[in-house]
C-alpha cells in the first residue's frame, strides 16, 4: 500500500462502527442482529458508551428522553423552529435551527448539573459528608458560574415541575432493584434543600437536574448530558416544525405584527 493510500485508510478512526460493502456493524454488533432486537434507547447507550445496556438501564435512560421531549412553542428551540418553518427552509433546517438553540442557559442546565452532581460525589468520595460536600460544591459552583444554580428553580412551573418527581421516582426504584446505586439521587435532593434553605423557600427542581440525576445515576460523563437532551427534544422540535409546515404561515416573527418592539434611544 502507497504512503498516500495508508494515510488515506487512517485519516479516520472509528470504534463505533465497522462498515464495509454487505458489512455493517455497530460496536461490533452486525446491524441485522439488533434491527428488531433492540430499542432506540439502547441503541443510543450502544453507540455512546460501546455495550449494550441491561433491559433496567435502557428503560431508565428512556424515562429520561421521554421526559424532555417538548415544553411547547415557549421555549425558544420550539418557538425558533417553528418561526423557521414559516420561512421557507427544509424540515431538516427547522429542527437544525430548533437544536441549534439549545445552549448553556436553555438546553445545556442538564451537563451543567450534572457537573455538579459529579463534583459533589468526588468531594463525598474525599471524606466529606453529604452536606458540608453540597454547599463547598454550591459555592465553588457559583464561584465558577453566578448565582443561579442549574436545574433548579423554573420560571413557569412552581412550586413543582410536574416532571421531576415522577423522574426521582423511577430512579429510586430503580436504586431498590439495584440497576441504579442512588447516591445521585441523594445528593440531587440535598442540593435543592440547600437551595431551599438559603432562600428560605422551596424551589422545584426542573427537569435538566432530575434527568441530570438519571444520566450520573447510569454513567453518562456530563457533557453527554447535553446531547442527550438534544436527542430528547429534537423529537418536540421535529413535531412542532412539522405541524407548522401543515398550518402553514409566512415569516412569521416572535410577536404578532401589529406589536411592535418597543424603541429606546438610550439602548
Known sequence: MSEDADAIRHWWRTAIIDMAPGRIAFRGHPIEELIGTVGFAEMVWLMTRGELPSPAQAALLECALVAGVDHGP??????????????????????????????????????????????????????????PAVVAGLDAWRARHGRIVSGFGHRFHKPED???????????????????????????????????????????????????????ELGFPAPLSRGLFCLSRAVGILAHGWEQMQQGGRNKGPMPPRFLPEYDSDA
Open 74 to 131: 415557549q421555549a425558544p428551540s420550539i418557538a425558533a423552529a417553528r418561526m423557521a418553518a414559516t420561512c421557507g427552509v427544509g424540515l431538516n433546517n427547522v429542527m437544525a435551527t430548533g437544536i441549534n438553540m439549545l445552549g448553556d442557559v436553555h438546553g445545556g442546565a442538564g451537563e451543567q448539573c450534572a457537573a455538579l452532581y459529579y463534583d459533589i460525589a468526588t468531594r463525598i468520595g474525599d471524606g466529606a459528608a453529604l452536606r
Open 162 to 216: 410536574p416532571r421531576a418527581p415522577r423522574l426521582m421516582a423511577l430512579v429510586r426504584a430503580a436504586a431498590e432493584q439495584g440497576t441504579v446505586p442512588g447516591h445521585f439521587a441523594d445528593i440531587a435532593e440535598a442540593v435543592q434543600a440547600e437551595i431551599g434553605r438559603e432562600r428560605a423557600s422551596p424551589i422545584a427542581m426542573n427537569i435538566d437536574g432530575a434527568t441530570a440525576v438519571i444520566f450520573c
